[in-house]
């Protein structure tokens, strides 16, 4: 019995990420595994002759090793943390359909999927909360989610792809609200400079006829303009294409590897990471 998923949907648009992981999996083997990604795909009734035929694309395939790193990277985060903090909550911001969460179990941290409430019914149909596991519906925005956290052994947070369509004053307040709710903690999550995000967000901004642009969150250098945020943070960043990763794999060619060195280079595409000070 397979999932069906209709076009133009809300599911859809959580399924061509998916389809994405898959995609890396088949062909950056070396680099990165989804099996999850690889099994869900056959699970799910739905038309991917489109994005078949986009994945033959020299840009199409660069942007699933963006995709391919970007993970990469935040998993290295989240089990880095997981090193000092074996019992830590370890929190998928906008989780989607991912499965990074459950693939950094280290046997005894608690694991929390966090989404908007149609994005998690769907996840509870093919990624049901396993042990440890829970699947949250909220809304990122509204601190209520804070309350359903155990972060008594520490707390790692993640976001993949989400604070784009974020204002800048709403990243802000949900920094400050967590270094208040959870000290000792860590935030992790991907950002580009204005340039990129405005390539980014322009499809989605177009269709949701939103006209300022600068308005939304971009980050050039992460220690000097958010670190000033508040005095309990530290915030640091490396590349994500190249900063976890030298790239120098078979699969990748070389003008792969240029590409990645623009967009860590010019276009700052960066992992940030923000410690929030004090104890937990």
């Known amino acids: 019995m397979k999932y069906k998923i209709e076009k133009n ?12 992981r898959k995609l890396c999996t088949e062909l950056y083997p070396n680099l990165y595994r989804d099996e999850t990604a690889v099994r869900l795909i056959d699970q799910i009734d739905y038309d991917f002759s489109e994005a078949e035929k986009n994945s033959r694309s020299l840009m199409q ?30 929190v998928n911001l906008g989780c989607g359909l991912d499965s990074t969460g459950r693939s950094c179990d280290n046997g005894s941290c ?63 307040e949900l920094v400050q609200g967590m270094a208040d709710a959870f000290p000792g903690g860590v935030l992790v999550f991907d950002a580009a400079n204005r340039t990129a995000v405005q390539m980014i967000t322009k499809t989605w901004l177009r269709t949701a006829k939103i006209k300022d642009v600068g308005a939304y969150f971009a980050v050039s250098d992460a220690k000097s303009e958010l670190s000033p945020w508040d005095s309990r943070l530290q915030a640091s960043s490396r590349g994500y294409m190249m900063g976890y990763n030298d790239l120098k794999d078979p699969s990748v060619s070389g003008f792969f590897r240029f590409l990645a060195r623009v967009g860590d280079g010019m276009m700052k595409m960066q992992i940030v990471k923000i410690r929030f000070g004090g104890k937990l």
């Open 9 to 20: 949907t809300v599911q859809e648009t959580l399924i061509l990420p998916l389809y994405s």
């Open 61 to 90: 395939r660069f942007g699933t090793l963006e995709v391919a790193m970007r993970q990469n990277d935040l998993a290295f985060e989240v089990r880095d943390y997981l090193k000092s903090h074996p019992n830590a909550a370890v």
């Open 110 to 172: 608690k694991i929390y999927n966090l989404d908007f409430p149609d994005v998690i019914a769907l996840r509870q149909q093919l990624l049901p909360a396993g042990e440890r596991e829970q699947n949250i519906p909220c809304d990122l925005k509204d601190p209520a989610w804070f309350d359903k956290i155990d972060a008594s052994g520490g707390a790692v947070f993640f976001a993949s792809g989400v604070f784009y369509y974020f204002l800048t004053e709403q990243v802000r």
